[in-house]
């Protein structure tokens, strides 16, 4: 799964905007996010799940979101809207559905089963038995659509009991465990929300805790978060410069047959020139994204 295109779009920002929400939904197609989550889910009070769903199909089909990924996240899978959310996402084709709460491998197969060839399917890890079966359910990615992880630190916190605090120390080993599985299964990993909008140094060192992890990128509820987000999830100019030298060195005819060269002093494998080579290509991505 390295080298395909859809590993290598950015998924730097990925911003959630309420299906009830119209002006949001027709704000957020001029926003520079890489990724739409229009939402079914949280973010839609029960008696409104239908009129969200058709505002939803109104704006995806009226309204092109570009370059952006477009997700609609739907309601859980026992939940009495799902059956009506997939026969929508089914009809409008967005590049992906995401569902919520999925607990098992099983769930996945089910899902998958309903979801239309071409539509990638995402899913929220926001259980506690979701991150016990984590390798499972990232397994399954070789039999379906499975395509990506979003994490759901709110409704983790609330399964755990837990305390959220700067650090997030009571997540750090749901973060890892689901980092891990998505990456020995190809799978895209995006970290869970920072719920304090106006906060930018708080939301600049939570992103960065996921960035540091290996995270592609962060769920956003808010506009204003979206310009530290990416420029944490890019990678910097000093990166792009020294992946520049690996493969340069690399490419010298005294290293061609080298697995294993000295730069500026440090030793570089061709594991490293294999990394070099990926966030170039995440680099052209972005830039390529952004129009410059
Ligand atoms: N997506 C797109 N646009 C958004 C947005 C979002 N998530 N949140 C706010 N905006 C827009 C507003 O429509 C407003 O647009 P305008 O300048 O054209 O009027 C602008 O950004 C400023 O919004 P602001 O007034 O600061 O926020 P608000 O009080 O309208 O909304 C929230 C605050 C939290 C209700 C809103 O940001 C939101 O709904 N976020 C997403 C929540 C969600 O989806 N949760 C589920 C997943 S955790
Ligand atoms: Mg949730």
Redesign the pocket.
């Known amino acids: 799964m390295e080298n395909n295109n859809f590993n290598h779009r950015p998924r730097r920002s990925c ?4 299906g009830i ?1 119209a ?3 027709a ?2 197609k001029s ?1 520079p996010v890489d990724n ?2 229009l ?1 079914l ?3 839609i009070a029960p008696d409104l799940k239908s009129t969200a769903r058709d505002l939803v199909a109104d704006m995806v089909r009226t309204n092109p979101y570009g370059k952006r990924e477009v997700i609609i ?1 739907m309601n859980e899978l026992s939940s009495l809207w799902a059956k009506d959310d997939v026969t929508m996402i089914n009809q409008l084709r967005p590049d992906g559905a995401l569902v919520p709460k999925v607990q098992t491998a099983q769930d996945i197969v089910n899902i998958d089963a309903q979801l239309e060839d071409g539509i990638a399917l995402w899913v929220m890890i926001e259980m506690p038995l979701a991150i016990l079966n984590i390798q499972q359910i990232a397994a399954a990615s070789q039999s379906t659509k499975l395509a990506g992880f979003i994490i ?1 630190t ?1 409704d983790l916190a609330k399964e755990f009991r837990a305390t959220p605090t700067p650090e997030r120390a009571a997540f750090h080993h749901a973060l890892s465990v689901t980092l891990i599985a998505a990456r020995a299964y190809g799978l895209i990993a995006i970290d869970g ?1 920072y ?1 304090d ?1 106006q906060n930018a140094a708080g939301l600049e060192d939570e992103c960065r805790q996921g960035q540091i992890m290996g995270y592609d990128g962060k ?6 978060q979206i310009d530290i987000t990416n420029a944490i999830f890019s990678p910097t100019i000093d990166d792009i410069e020294k992946a520049r030298a690996i493969i340069a060195a690399f490419e010298l005819p005294e290293n061609r047959n080298n697995g294993v060269i000295k730069l500026g002093g440090k030793m570089v494998e061709l594991l490293h020139l294999a990394e070099a080579k990926r966030l170039i290509a995440m680099h052209d991505a972005i830039t390529a994204a952004s129009g410059g």
């Open positions: 911003l959630y905007t309420p929400n002006k949001a939904m704000k957020s926003l739409i989550i939402d889910e949280d973010a996240r759901g709110n929300v719920n909008i769920t956003l509820i808010h506009p204003n």
